[in-house]
């Protein structure tokens, strides 16, 4: 039994779920208003106290603690930010727009081109023949051994923690996402632009007010910690022990989402920096509920609590866990590779 198995009480159809689940969809101005006074108000109010930090010569060492916490709030920006590409945390359409790019401007996101590869990676999550869509780079045992050497290094290079979690996030959020992906149309592309000028204005006005270096010595740390942090949220709502993914004639959506995406059980404090984003697995059955129900929605229903936790002592072992072991259903480490027997597909 793996660690996300789930009793046979679970509900077997979609339907079932979709029933069951449908009335934490409902998303709740109140709580919405709230989130974003909670968050915004201190997050801006952080940096206007590091401004004036290093304005006044203050030692950079007391800045940095501020400069995780500000990162810590970014992190929960984003989270609003994803539920507004979701359509969930407001009931109207426009208004997710509106937040969508504001937020996305925050966390050098385009909101409609994000919006779309994460619909993507949502269609595809734990499907082996469909995977490259907003995911983390993953091989299987055998395609990994029939790599040519140059792609071996190179995929050894980016599952490496030191690339994935440092040196990624700030190429991720900073450069690659100032580009449409490949494939986008024009609305999506029109995302990116107005993304990169809001970006673009903010740093000018940075520039003629608080100064281009006060503002890069606060933005830059902010986002590579906030960045190291959100990837490896992502990371490890996938990838980790017991985790289930199948071949898309063995893929079923409703197993899917609860064995391909983790219940990430971190404790209260942190739960609320990353806005309930580890309980990816009702996450994963209904997108639509909103970030601020997730919560109540697992506590209502008993069926989601049949899934085993991940807890972050366990979820440190995924950092060795590298390849897809296709014939025995696991991720492995590249270590193991001489203990695996050959097999033939690949």
Known sequence: MTSQTVEAKVPATRSEWYRSLSKYEKPDLRKAIGQLLDTMIPYFALWGLMVWMIRQGVSYWLVLPLIVLAAGLLVRIFIFFHDCCHGSFFASRRANRILGHITGALTFTPFADWQQVHAEHHATAGDLDRRGSGDIWTMTVEEYRNAPKLHQIAYWL?????????????????????????????????????????????????????????????????????????????????????????????????????????????????????????????????PRIPNYNLQRCYDEVPELQAVEPLTLRKSLKSLTLNLWDEPNGRLVSFRSLRSLPKQNRV
């Open 158 to 286: 980016f599952r490496n923690p030191l690339v994935l979690f440092i040196l990624a996030p700030p190429v991720l959020f900073l450069i690659v996402q100032r580009f449409p992906h490949r494939g986008a149309n024009a609305r999506m592309r029109r995302s990116v632009h107005i993304t990169n000028l809001m970006i673009l204005g903010i740093f000018l006005a940075a520039g003629f007010t608080i100064g281009w270096k006060t503002y890069l010595m606060i933005q830059l740390p902010v986002m590579m910690v906030a960045g190291a942090a959100g990837v490896w949220l992502f990371y490890v709502q996938h990838q980790y022990e017991g985790v289930f993914w199948g071949r898309h004639d063995e893929w079923d959506p409703v197993r899917a989402a609860l064995e391909d995406s983790s219940y990430y059980k971190l404790p209260k404090v942190l739960q609320w920096f990353t806005g309930n984003i580890g309980l990816h697995h009702i996450h994963h059955l209904r």
